[in-house]
């Protein structure tokens, strides 16, 4: 009994078609949730995995051809600095100079980005060019002990990058010495060629790795001397340091002033030791979490970096979930019509039959009721026929004993007969003896009677105890009835 008003209380407002219904959308929304989850914690970072790699690898692939561009451009500069009649020349044979400049020429023409080609003797005077000499202000990156390095070194030097505000275009030297077989240094050759095929390397990354994704290349000062957006270009990620500046090597050199766009996570990953390939980070100008991929390049002090929105690294994962989400919803409103509907025909045949039970059970409480009020008064009428004939049976003993008592004074007149005139005594005595027989048939009578009496109050005693008996029974039916409606009507929430 506890425990059923316990489900009472907990189940009162819950019908069976809603608990059904519960039942249906919990089995159907469990497997679809067991997804959603296993979807959300396998999928999510075995994507953003994935989508690290192909960033990586888009990185490496892009940086790799920007290296191999400038590394054939080394490897021309490299091939005029062996050409004999340009050394003969610079050596001071003015006779090899036609030759030394077909040499240029030739140089200029093995790709439409380079802007000139030029010699310097080792004081830094310009011997020959080719179409124009290079920009006065561009020679200056080198200080006079670079000279004297390169030359010990036989290495070749990469300026900054110029910008050129009128043409709107970015320019690059390489600055090599001119060596003999036998050592001697003659001079230096200068190449200046433009950023155009980089740009263009950089600006196909544009969206590439999905919406809002973009690449951009900094420098060995961190400046943005390729970006996807025009607004980033020549850009620097920090303020440059005071030993820059003493050094000459940023801010004049590339022909504009370069503003600052900080962006201090680039500025830590480019002052790390081992910075790492890929990482996490919210971009300079933009409000979401973005993957970021880079590579250094080892040619020139260049990072190649490649950015895409974390949003569309997980994308799939994200469309899954809406789907499963969707499904979910989708399979929850049919598992409730479903539970709503099968509970409805599962409660209607039980509804009536609780109406039915209802009904007797009020029956048999009106019959209890009906039965009691019967008892009640049959105990009343059998209470005052009880009084009534011990009433009886006492007066019936009066009357016996008081016709007893005259028995015994005709009987006593009889035998003193003689004292008193004897025709007299004998009439009255008769007549004593006449009424004192018929008192005594009389109460013979009335005792017959009580008699009759007294078996009819007891047969209707217990004809009274057995309809006590049946009240008691068919209201203690009522109750077992009515506790079997309280269950059914538990079962089916009404």
């Not at 029956?363 to 009428?381: C, F, G, I, P, R």
Request: include cysteine; glycine fraction near 4%.
């Amino acid at each position: 009994m506890l425990q059923l008003r316990f489900l009472s209380l907990g189940n009162r407002r819950l019908s069976l078609s809603v608990r059904v219904s519960l039942l249906l959308i919990f089995t159907a929304v469990l497997p679809l949730t067991i997804v959603a989850v296993s979807s959300e914690a396998l999928a999510r970072p075995t994507l953003i995995t994935q989508s690290t790699s192909e960033l990586e690898t888009d990185a490496q692939t892009h940086a790799q051809l920007i290296e191999s561009y400038v590394v054939e451009r080394l490897t021309d500069v490299a091939t005029l600095t062996n050409y004999a009649p340009l050394q003969e020349f610079m050596a001071g044979n003015t006779a090899f100079m036609t030759d030394a400049l077909n040499g240029l020429i030739t140089s200029l023409h093995r790709d439409a980005n380079y802007e000139s080609w030029s010699i310097f003797d080792l004081q830094g005077h310009l011997l020959l060019d080719y179409p124009t000499p290079p920009p006065a202000a561009e020679l200056q990156f080198l200080r006079p002990g670079d000279k004297q390095h390169l030359i010990t070194t036989q290495r070749s030097a990469i300026s900054p990058v110029f910008f050129d505000s009128a043409s709107d275009t970015a320019t690059i030297l390489l600055f090599t010495p001119v060596i003999t077989p036998t050592s001697k240094p003659l001079g230096f050759l200068c190449a200046v060629f433009q950023l155009n095929y980089i740009w263009n390397t950089v600006s196909s990354e544009k969206g590439a790795n999905g919406a809002g994704s973009y690449a951009f290349v900094l420098d060995q000062n961190g400046v943005r001397i390729a970006d996807t957006d025009p607004a980033r270009l020549f850009s620097s990620i920090a303020p440059f340091s005071a030993t820059g500046k003493q050094s000459g090597a940023k801010g004049a050199y590339y022909g504009k002033t370069i503003p600052v766009l900080v962006d201090r996570t680039l500025a830590h990953v480019q002052q790390s030791v081992n910075p790492a390939a890929a990482f996490q980070m919210v971009p300079y100008g933009q409000n979401e979490t973005f993957q970021v991929a880079r590579y250094p390049l080892s040619h020139v002090p260049w990072t190649y970096f490649v950015l895409s929105p974390l949003g569309t690294v997980t994308i799939v994962a994200d469309q899954q979930l809406l789907t499963s989400s969707l499904i979910a919803c989708l399979v929850l409103l049919l598992a409730a019509l479903a539970g709503l509907i099968i509970g409805e025909r599962l409660t209607r045949p039980i509804l009536h039959s609780v109406d039915y039970l209802r009904r007797n059970s009020r029956a048999l409480n009106t019959l209890a009721e009906k039965q009691q009020s019967v008892v009640n008064e049959q105990t009343w009428m059998v209470d005052s026929s009880r009084v009534g004939l011990r009433e009886l049976q006492r007066q019936i003993e009066a009357t016996h004993r008081e016709a007893q008592r005259l028995r015994e004074i005709s009987t006593a007149l009889m035998w003193h007969q003689n004292m008193v005139d004897v025709e007299v005594k004998r009439r009255a005595l008769e007549q004593i003896t006449a009424g004192t027989y018929s008192i005594e048939q009389a109460v013979h009578a009335q005792k017959r009677v009580s008699q009759d009496l007294a078996v009819a109050l007891t047969i209707t005693t217990q004809v009274t105890d057995q309809l006590a008996g049946g009240a008691i029974s068919a209201t203690d039916a009522a109750k077992q009835l009515e506790q079997v409606v309280g269950q059914l009507r538990l079962v089916v929430g009404k």
